[in-house]
T-cell receptor, first 111, second 116 residues
């Protein structure tokens, strides 16, 4: 059973388009982190959301944590080729310290 | 801040040999370090949790005698793949969590292991 369901698994879009990646669970998380990973490299932390309903913005990226802390979304406005990569959501289940990872969303932004 | 390094970045070895991978937190002290394995086009799979000065906790299905983990200091953890076989070929990534109680993990750049 996959505790964190990410969708879509793969997304190919043109430069300038908007997109949203979803991370859903039936379990409550203490927090959720979003990472971007490029081929052959380790994941790079983008943001951590902690409070239910929290919204964080990082330039063209908007992250939201669900009110019940069971889901999160990442919205990218006007995607650019440099946004290409594997986006991973991860978080510790409530009461646990280890990270549970989603399967990732591979984003390809073409010029 | 929060930089984690791994060495080597890439290693090729013959079947049956052992390989050691180092994970260092460069600008913070890490009470806990984690070792992950990632196969192509897949997400990260946690192998073990390493706490400084104590034995590592291994995830189900991970052989502790094959994947030896040592966390001798607050800035260094090592993973040794013993008697490596081709099926051990993978991308190994470590992460470190600071001592301040934050749940955020910072990841190293990964080590690509190819066993011939």
């Amino acid at each position: 059973t996959q505790l964190l369901e990410q969708s879509p698994q793969f997304l190919s879009i043109q430069e300038g388009e908007n997109l949203t990646v979803y991370c859903n669970s039936s379990s409550v998380f203490s927090s959720l982190q979003w990472y971007r990973q490029e081929p052959g490299e380790g994941p790079v932390l983008l943001v951590t959301v902690v409070t239910g309903g929290e919204v964080k913005k990082l330039k063209r990226l908007t992250f939201q944590f669900g009110d019940a802390r069971k889901d999160s979304s990442l919205h990218i406005t006007a995607a650019q080729p440099g946004d290409t990569g594997l986006y991973l959501c991860a978080g510790p289940l409530l009461g646990y310290s280890t990270l549970t990872f989603g399967k990732g969303t591979m984003l390809l932004v073409s010029p | 801040g929060a930089v984690v390094s791994q060495h080597p970045s890439r290693v090729i070895c013959k079947s049956g040999t052992s390989v050691k991978i180092e994970c260092r937190s460069l600008d913070f002290q890490a009470t806990t370090m984690f070792w992950y394995r990632q196969f192509p086009k897949q997400s990260l799979m946690l192998m073990a949790t390493s706490n400084e000065g104590s034995k590592a906790t291994y995830e189900q299905g991970v052989e502790k005698d094959k994947f030896l983990i040592n966390h001798a200091s607050l800035t260094l953890s090592t993973l040794t793949v013993t008697s490596a076989h081709p099926e051990d070929s993978s991308f190994y990534i470590c992460s470190a969590r600071g001592t301040g109680g934050s749940e955020t993990q910072y990841f190293g750049p990964g080590t690509r292991l190819l066993v011939l």
